[in-house]
């Protein structure tokens, strides 16, 4: 007998209460968890991702339009995901508090959006902020959750691009989630009010790590009395509507994927540039979409 709807969900999405109902209310009802597609509540197909095989993807000249390609089109679009590295020792090769780098890494952030949505790239994910990040400076902890909270409230130009932005990470409600209320409201608001943009679609990882993602995916499956499969797990990821990643780019020397979105790049590119994440641009941004395009 299938499962009901309500198994193949994470909590974060009641914890959300925005897409998440809608999305669990799009699972047709001769569907069970496995299911690939699904309907938004305004009527828009979805997909949930298929593993780490590696897909053929959309190329600049055949996607449309300057607002970026449809994430949901019939060929799927680009998926970039960042790890921006490097605030901290931008800041201090400049003589600056390191929160000065965070600062600059936020409005950076904001120019590679507007860039990416010039790539047609479907999917941007973004690792803004790490499980592991809690044992940072209290202060400098607390200026980056103020920076979730100025990038989560940018709705205004992610309107005007097109694009729809949403959360990965530690549903709100779970025993170790951290995230204050102020930055789960501005997360619910933004996801609320670009709900309807059909472009790109930005991802932000906060309060995010892989491991974690997997364990809570697999204890679902098992909880709701599902095989351990790559069709459960995907079904019990976080975010299943992410496709898996093209690309990997992680900035500032690193060599390293540090926990971020493990069972979705499993078959990704990587680029490591040495340019820390306030100085990543263009040439940068080119050189992982060609590793993929
Ligand atoms: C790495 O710099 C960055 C972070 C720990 C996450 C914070 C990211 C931002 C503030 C960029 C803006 C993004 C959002 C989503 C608001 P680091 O401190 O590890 O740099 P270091 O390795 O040079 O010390």
Redesign the pocket.
């Known amino acids: 007998m299938p499962p009901t709807t309500n198994t193949c969900r994470s909590d974060e999405f009641d914890a959300l209460g925005v897409l998440p109902v809608a999305l669990v209310r799009g699972i047709g009802a001769d569907s069970d968890c496995f299911t690939r597609s699904f309907s938004h509540a305004d009527g828009r197909p979805g997909r949930l991702h298929d593993h780490y095989r590696v897909h053929p993807v959309s190329s600049a000249a055949d996607t449309n339009g300057s607002n970026g390609s449809d994430a949901r089109s019939s060929e799927r679009p680009l998926h970039v995901a960042i790890i ?7 800041a201090a090769s400049r003589d600056l508090p ?1 929160t000065d ?2 600062t600059e ?2 409005e950076n ?1 904001a120019r590679v959006v507007r860039l990416a949505v010039t790539r047609n790239v479907g999917w941007l994910t ?1 690792f ?2 790490s499980t592991e ?1 809690w044992v940072r400076p209290r202060g400098e902890v607390r200026h ?1 959750l103020g ?2 909270e100025k ?1 989560f409230g940018r709705v205004r130009e992610l309107n005007e691009l097109n694009v729809r932005i949403q959360w990965i990470g530690r549903p709100f409600d779970s025993a170790a989630a951290r995230t204050p209320k102020y930055v789960q409201r501005a997360i619910r608001k933004a996801i609320h009010d670009t709900a309807s943009n059909t472009g790109m679609v930005l991802t ?1 990882a906060f309060d995010y790590g892989g491991r974690t993602e997997l364990m809570t995916a697999v204890r679902a499956a098992r909880a709701a009395g599902q095989p351990i499969t790559p069709d459960t797990i995907d079904a019990h990821l976080y975010l299943p509507e992410l496709p898996p990643v093209d690309v990997m780019v992680r900035t ?1 020397g690193e060599q390293r994927v540090s926990n971020f979105l493990l069972w979705q790049s499993a078959g990704s590119k990587i680029h490591f540039t040495d340019a820390a ?1 306030p100085e990543f641009g263009s040439t940068d941004l080119d050189a992982a979409i060609a590793l993929v395009r």
């Open positions: 921006m590295d490097g605030n901290g020792r931008w390191r780098g965070h890494g936020e952030l973004v803004g902020f990040n980056i920076l979730h990038l932000v500032s994440w």
